[in-house]
């Protein structure tokens, strides 16, 4: 077998929005699987904000990215050859494949996947650790009771759009924030929202009041910054806001805004807690296979962005922070 792999290669620690020049393009020769690993030729790759911060040399809850390595990222494949006994040539497999057309990788991290059920790029998405993390910190942290007002920021995105349908799903109103009317439109007109804030032209605070009447019980932060800050003065009393991300702030080590409003917490007798998806990794199936269901039975949408070519990574990553997307993000291996 001979192959080669286009690489996406991290060779800066990014200043503010990664650029093309953070990352070289490299052919390599895919090696022959070692016992225990599987050689697969990447179908589609995720992109996902939570990679800014694997770009960053600090602690967090994984290792940075090395310099000179593999851009770290979630992939969906097809077996090329196998040396591990669970997987066979021709599987499709989800997992760590890294931002490149063919990964050489140990099998105990790859999970199979069945492009009968649904397109292989929905296992990134709607079937795959966005929606799996909307699950989970909705259900979970966010502790939704039927009848809750669960308000969402970054709400058209991958875990956003999720969190307002499963919202729904479970007897609650959601009311999404995402940029622009086009993305406001989408939440209602077709993800069923309850009502979209467009947080470029309204005043945030005066419409969340319009849109939750009765305060909000959720609030599922995926942005930080001024948003957090506004929606901590509408909680409802007892209200939970689950810090699943702050999008707002990962270019910006240096000046993080923190919520000066957190006394709001303290009034309204409120939690706000932060997870990691990854926590609830054992309890992946039951999620999962919830999820599968409510798609079967047509009671969830999604959208994708999709950006072909291995080699256009960095502009196409940057479309996450400038919000030109809509859903899931997702690079297509050409
Ligand atoms: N805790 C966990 O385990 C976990 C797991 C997965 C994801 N996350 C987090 O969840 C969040 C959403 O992730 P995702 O994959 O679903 O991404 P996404 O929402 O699909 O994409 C990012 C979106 O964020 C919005 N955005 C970017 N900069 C913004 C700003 N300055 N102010 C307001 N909105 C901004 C943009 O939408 P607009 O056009 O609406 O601005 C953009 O489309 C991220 O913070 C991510 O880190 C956490």
Known sequence: MSHTSTQVILVNR?????TPSDFEIRSQPVPDPDE??????????SL?????????????????????EVMRAGAVGRVLASRDPNFVEGDHVSGLLGVQSIACVPGKGLQKVDPTLAPLSAYLGV??????????GLLEIGALAAGDTVLISGAAGAVGSMVGQIAKLKGARAVGIAGGPDKCRHLVEELGFDAAIDYKHDDVRERIKATCPDRVNVYFDNVGGELLNTALTQLAMRARV????AISQYNYVDKVEGPSNYMALLVSRAR?????????????????QQLGAWLAAGDLSYRETVIEGVE???????????GEKLGKLVLKVS
């Open 312 to 322: 256009n990574f960095a502009d196409a990553f940057a479309k996450l922070f400038s």
């Open 48 to 68: 996902d904000p939570a990679m800014r911060g694997w770009m960053r040399d600090a602690r967090s809850y994984v290792p940075p990215v090395g310099l000179g």
């Open 272 to 288: 706000m807690e932060g997870f990691v998806v990854f926590d609830y990794a054992k309890r992946y199936g039951e999620a999962l």
């Open 36 to 45: 225990g690993e599987v050689v697969v030729a990447n179908a589609y790759i």
């Open 242 to 245: 689950v810090i699943c991300g």
């Open 14 to 18: 990014p200043e503010g929005v990664p």
């Open 127 to 136: 079937l795959g650790m966005p929606a799996v993390t909307a699950y989970f």
